[in-house]
T-cell receptor, first 113, second 105 residues
C-alpha cells in the first residue's frame, strides 16, 4: 500500500510557463489537501478536494492557481504563468472519509527561473 | 495574531535530554496534529489528538481543550530527533511556524 505519491519531486519552470503538480492519494483515501511552504516560511493551506468536488479553496490565490481531483487519476494543482514568487515546496496530503488520519506526500519543489 | 503559536522557535538539546515543545491555538478545533519535517524532506504525521494524551515510543503528546494548549514531549532525545516539529489545528489545518530542534550528540 504505497503512501501519498507526489510527482515530480523537483520542477523547474521559466517565468510565464505552466506548472502541473500531481498527487495520488493513498488507496482508500478520498480527501486530498494541498499546502504550500514558501522559503523560510511555514506551511499554508491552499485547497481541500474530494473526488470531483472542491470543498474549500479559501487558501488558493485568486488568479493563476487551480486544482482538480477527477473521478479517475491523481489530483492536479495547476499554476499558470508562473512567477518567481511561486517558487516553493507544495505538499499534498490525503485522508479517508470521516477520519482525520492524514498522510503527507514528499512534496514537489517548484523553482521558477 | 496567528491562529497557532508555537514555542520555542528554536531548541538545541544534548542527547538524552527531555524536550518539551508547546502549542497554543485560538480557534475552535475538533483535533490537533503534531507533524515532523526533516530538512529537505517530507512531512510525517506524528499524532492526532482530540483529548488527553497519546504516547508513541519516546514521543508523548498532550492536549488541554479548555486551555487550548498542547505539548509534545520527547524523552531520551537522540540526534535523529533533529527536525522541525509543527503543530496544526482545524479541519484543513492552520499551522504553527514550527520548532526547529537540534539534538547534539
Amino acid at each position: 500500500n504505497a503512501g501519498v505519491m507526489q510527482n515530480p519531486r523537483h520542477l523547474v519552470r521559466r517565468r510565464g510557463q505552466e506548472a502541473r503538480l500531481r498527487c495520488s492519494p493513498m488507496k482508500g483515501h478520498s480527501h486530498v489537501y494541498w499546502y504550500r511552504q514558501l522559503p523560510e516560511e511555514g506551511l499554508k493551506f491552499m485547497v481541500y478536494l474530494q473526488k470531483e468536488n472542491i470543498i474549500d479553496e479559501s487558501g488558493m490565490p485568486k488568479e493563476r492557481f487551480s486544482a482538480e481531483f477527477p473521478k479517475e487519476g491523481p489530483s492536479i494543482l495547476r499554476i499558470q504563468q508562473v512567477v518567481r514568487g511561486d517558487s516553493a515546496a507544495y505538499f499534498c496530503a490525503s485522508s479517508p472519509p470521516r477520519s482525520g488520519g492524514y498522510t503527507f506526500g514528499s512534496g514537489t519543489r517548484l523553482t521558477v527561473v | 495574531k496567528n491562529e497557532v503559536e508555537q514555542s520555542p522557535q528554536n531548541l538545541t538539546a544534548q542527547e538524552g535530554e527531555f524536550i518539551t515543545i508547546n502549542c497554543s491555538y485560538s480557534v475552535g478545533i475538533s483535533a490537533l496534529h503534531w507533524l515532523q519535517q526533516h530538512p529537505g524532506g517530507g512531512i510525517v504525521s506524528l499524532f492526532m489528538l482530540s483529548s488527553g494524551k497519546k504516547k508513541h515510543g519516546r514521543l508523548i503528546a498532550t492536549i488541554n481543550i479548555q486551555e487550548k494548549h498542547s505539548s509534545l514531549h520527547i524523552t531520551a532525545s537522540h540526534p535523529r530527533d533533529s527536525a522541525v516539529y509543527i503543530c496544526a489545528v482545524g479541519d484543513q489545518f492552520y499551522f504553527g511556524t514550527g520548532t526547529s530542534l537540534t539534538v547534539i550528540p
